[in-house]
């Protein structure tokens, strides 16, 4: 069957190392994957986008890479901060047609 | 420029009501999704519009309906609630086209609870 998975347990982290959480995939071969945030109560963010003919994307703190051959992609925060807490979601659009299938989410605490 | 609107923030409701959502996308964006947050399931898609026509369509039951204005606005509509649609509805606003890839600007949901 077609899915998404990402860790499904809390990934604690301390302050000023490097977080890294995983999106893995089957049965797709998306053009890109998209990365968001989204906090307690509140919607999803976009932070980055990765093309599948992109190795590393690069925003800020935030790296993304994207292995098609793996169907995997990492998403690293560096220098983590307590304000980076939150829950992370990776996402596709299998078929181009803007209806991303998404991951349950990692969620992702920094501790000081 | 103003981010995505929804309306009501927070709603109770009880089983066999009918409730209406609505949503501002933001100026310019042409597409509006909607999807259904709930612990379990995570995010799931409900349906896409585009210029007032309904491009995608998401796994669910008939019960749950949107359109889309000639301004852009959306609303969803679910019928005859039952306890399972107790969930964080949330709308996100895109391009839509072009070279649009598909990157999301969502509000900041609406929560909706069924006793």
């Known amino acids: 069957s077609q899915k998404i998975e990402q860790n499904s347990e809390a990934l604690n982290i301390q302050e000023g190392k490097t977080a890294t959480l995983t999106c893995n995939y089957t049965n797709y071969s998306p053009a890109y994957l998209q990365w968001y945030r989204q906090d307690p109560g509140r919607g999803p963010v976009f932070l980055l986008l990765?093309?599948?003919n992109e190795k590393e994307k690069r925003k800020e703190r935030l790296k993304v890479t994207f292995d098609t051959t793996l169907k995997q992609s990492l998403f690293h925060i560096t220098a983590s901060q307590p304000a980076d807490s939150a829950t992370y979601l990776c996402?596709?659009?299998?078929?181009?047609?803007?209806?991303?299938?998404w991951g349950a989410g990692t969620k992702l605490i920094i501790k000081p | 420029k103003a981010g995505v609107t929804q309306t009501p923030r927070y709603l109770i409701k009880t089983r066999g009501q009918q409730v209406t959502l609505s949503c501002s996308p933001i100026?310019?964006?042409?597409?509006v999704s909607w999807y259904q947050q709930t612990p379990g399931q995570g995010l799931q898609f409900l349906f896409e519009y585009f210029s007032e026509t309904q491009r995608n369509k998401g796994n669910f039951p008939g019960r749950f309906s949107g359109r889309q204005f000639s301004n852009s606005r959306s609303e969803m509509n679910v019928s005859t609630l039952e306890l399972g649609d107790s969930a964080l509805y949330l709308c996100a606003s895109s391009l839509g086209q072009g070279v649009d890839t598909g990157e999301l600007f969502f509000g900041e949901g609406s929560r909706l609870t069924v006793l």
């Open positions: 100026s310019g964006h042409r597409s």
């Open positions: 996402a596709l659009d299998p078929s181009g047609n803007y209806q991303l299938i």
């Open positions: 990765i093309r599948e």
